[in-house]
């Protein structure tokens, strides 16, 4: 199957602890993306990649990190200076064909914080 | 910053009857706009996409986009129950996807 999955789908995290988001994607997509979604909240873009060992921040970069080492792989960190993490997270893929892009989402992890 | 702008609703409508969701943008150099089902606790599905003024329809679903106007729409025809759930509009300048908070759909048996 093609796809993008993310795990896991259910995270909770202490204060202070750094935590990571897995994203792969199978589609052969050159570009990846993490969204953030609060409740009642459109998505907000956290950072986006391009091409391999390359990638830029978003609106809400502060207190994530990501990096993009193999081109099916995304995963974002979650690091202790996010004061508020607890959200729906989002990942997207798609090509780079211009204006019919097309981005596509996995299912999502949901971050609580204890 | 690029707004996109929905009404949050709920919209309410019988099944059978005409659902339109309306969305408005500011940037007048935005490409392409996307229309997402989201459904409760789910991740956003693509319903439509649309490039170039007038409709594009696709089974029950019709959207519509005037650039003049900074405004695209999305009408679903003969709506069912299993369509309620919050459609996002995104628009799209450059590499960047803006969204809308979303509309919530209540389609009534």
């Known amino acids: 199957d093609g796809g993008i999955t993310q795990s896991p789908k259910y995270l909770f995290r202490k204060e202070g602890q750094n935590v990571t988001l897995s994203c792969e994607q199978n589609?052969?997509?050159?570009?990846m993306y993490w969204y953030r979604q609060d409740p009642g909240q459109g998505l907000r873009l956290i950072y986006y990649?391009?091409?391999?060992?390359?990638?830029q921040k978003g609106d809400i970069a502060e207190g994530y990190s990501v990096s993009r080492e193999k081109k099916e792989s995304f995963p974002l960190t979650v690091t202790s200076a996010q004061k508020n993490p607890t959200a729906f997270y989002l990942c997207?893929?798609?090509?780079?064909?211009?204006?019919?892009?097309?981005?596509?989402f996995g299912p999502g992890t949901r971050l609580t914080v204890l | 910053q690029k707004e996109v702008e929905q009404n949050s609703g709920p919209l309410s409508v019988p099944e059978g009857a005409i659902a339109s969701l309306n969305c408005t943008y500011s940037?007048?150099?935005?490409?392409?706009f996307f229309w997402y089902r989201q459904y409760s606790g789910k991740s956003p599905e693509l319903i439509m996409s649309?490039?170039?003024?007038g409709d594009k329809e696709d089974g029950r679903f019709t959207a519509q986009l005037n650039k003049a106007s900074q405004y695209v729409s999305l009408l679903i025809r003969d709506s069912q129950p299993s369509d309620s759930a919050t459609y996002l509009c995104?628009?799209?300048?450059?590499?960047?996807?803006?969204f809308g908070k979303g509309t919530s759909l209540l389609v009534t048996p």
């Open positions: 990649s391009q091409i391999v060992n390359d990638f």
């Open positions: 589609l052969n997509h050159d570009a």
């Open positions: 940037d007048r150099g935005s490409q392409s």
């Open positions: 997207a893929s798609s090509t780079l064909a211009g204006v019919s892009d097309t981005q596509y």
């Open positions: 995104a628009v799209k300048f450059w590499s960047a996807l803006n």
């Open positions: 649309i490039y170039s003024n």
